[in-house]
């Protein structure tokens, strides 16, 4: 008598309720482990894009041309005992520069993975007006204008394609890999001028070609600077500190322009050594890809609660209404379906890209878990509100993904709706005749 009461106890909806919510959570560790999954496929994406970027270029910053003239200023020494010389090197940013830019991009594959680089012709023009020292505070300063030069900064020297010469006043000059100092730019080009006459004011033009990835930014250190760059690439984005002015995006590519004045910025048009740092007044065009199919993967598993949690709620109303058990083993492998949905989505999307490989995981899962609960339920109508219960919520799921300002307002939305539907067929239920 006493083992038959156990059993009933065991065997009773309210038992089999908490057993399976305790599995519904237990099985969201799978989740996790997917979730694992896909940032190591992230992570080595990551890791082939960087391998093909160092191959062909990296994202790209201009900024330039800088006079740089190197000084001495006598100081007295220590106690007035004796005097002592610093060092140092003035820097004159250009009165007005205008970069024209054109981005001829391209995608590179390695194995599933695709890459956009470009190859980037920019045509540099501006003028550098008298340099004034007196507004750099260095009265007793020795200034050594036959060692001055110019540098143009170039964040990544491996892209550089053609032999660029500077042109000053109609003259040409040889151009040196790497830069004399490393006051403004890491890396660039210098430029060494002993025979044209730096006190006055200069126009000065040159031509970069560059191999380049992603990105191509210039920094604004004219005292007027105006960029214009265009592409046939009909997915571009705006970045950096300055949006454009005017911009044209059309499915034939982009236009844009940018206008920026020294008012715009923060620092002046004449320092010193390392007293200011430019590369916050930079921006540019980023040539983006589609959205990235991982992303939307990892999304969409954060979602993996929900999905369990309601065909566990629904399987355990259709086993109360049709009166046939169904085994706690059998909830974990309808769970199991729900969770080898993400990682076909991972892996499918890999190959074909994601909204088809969603339609052909949403399709293989909704068919095999309407195949099993006819399997168990052997009742055609049940089965058909089972598949249309995983129809739905594909379907929802799929929506949110597609949305980006509303998502979670649709989402918010979605699950209250479904909250009341699962509340109102809970009234159906006669809760306590399993006696």
């Known amino acids: 008598m006493e083992a038959k009461s156990i059993q009933q106890f065991l065997s009773s909806y309210s038992v089999k309720m908490i057993i399976v919510s305790g599995l519904a ?9 997917i979730q694992d999954v896909i940032r190591e496929r992230i992570d080595l994406s990551q890791k082939v894009k960087n391998e093909l970027y160092a191959q062909w270029g990296g994202k790209q910053v201009v900024a330039g ?5 190197p000084f001495t200023v006598t100081e007295p020494g220590e106690k007035n005992q004796g005097t002592s010389e610093r060092h140092g090197v003035a820097h004159f940013l250009p009165n007005t520069i205008k970069t024209e830019g054109v981005l001829y991009p391209e995608t590179r594959k390695r ?19 008298q340099p004034d020292v007196s507004q750099l505070d260095l009265p007793n300063a020795n200034f050594n204008w036959s060692a001055a030069y110019f540098t143009i900064g170039v964040s990544d020297m491996r892209g550089i394609k053609n032999l660029p010469e500077l042109v000053l006043n109609g003259q040409k000059c040889k151009v040196d890999p790497g830069v004399a100092d490393n006051d403004l730019f890491q890396s660039g080009i210098t430029v060494k001028v002993n025979s044209i006459d730096l006190k006055r004011p200069m126009n000065f033009e040159i031509e970069l070609v560059l191999n380049g990835s992603e990105d191509l930014s210039v920094e604004a250190l004219g005292k007027t600077s105006e960029v214009s760059m265009k592409s046939d690439w009909a ?3 705006f970045s950096g500190l300055f949006l454009p002015a005017n911009r044209q995006v059309t499915v034939k590519g982009f236009t844009a322009d940018w ?7 923060n620092f002046p048009q004449q320092w010193v050594d390392r007293k200011y740092n430019t590369h916050d007044a930079k921006f540019g065009v980023e040539l983006l890809l589609p959205v990235d199919h991982y992303q939307k993967s990892m999304r969409s598993v954060k979602y993996a609660i929900l999905f369990i949690a309601l065909n566990f709620i629904i399987f355990i109303f259709l086993e109360i ?3 046939t058990r169904i085994h706690p083993f059998q909830y974990s492998l309808v769970a199991f379906a729900l969770l080898i949905f993400y ?8 190959q074909i890209g994601f909204n088809w490989a969603y339609l052909i995981s949403a399709v293989a899962v909704t068919l095999l878990i309407s195949w099993f609960a006819f399997t168990m339920l052997q009742n055609v109508r049940t089965v058909g509100w089972v598949a249309l219960l995983q129809t739905g919520l594909y379907l929802f799921l799929f929506t949110i993904l597609q949305l980006q300002d509303y998502a979670l307002l649709a989402g918010s939305i979605g699950l209250f709706v479904i909250l009341a539907i699962v509340m109102r067929a809970s009234q159906q239920i006669k809760w306590y005749s399993e006696g």
């Open 321 to 323: 209404r049709s009166k």
């Open 235 to 237: 997915q571009p984005g």
């Open 25 to 33: 959570i237990l099985l969201l560790i799978p989740s996790f482990l």
């Open 343 to 350: 990682a076909l989505l991972t892996s499918i999307s890999e």
């Open 259 to 265: 206008r920026v004045t020294h008012l715009n910025r």
């Open 111 to 129: 194995g599933i993975y695709e890459v956009v680089v470009y190859e980037g012709m920019l045509k540099l023009k501006g003028s550098f007006t």
């Open 65 to 69: 041309p800088v006079l740089n003239v």
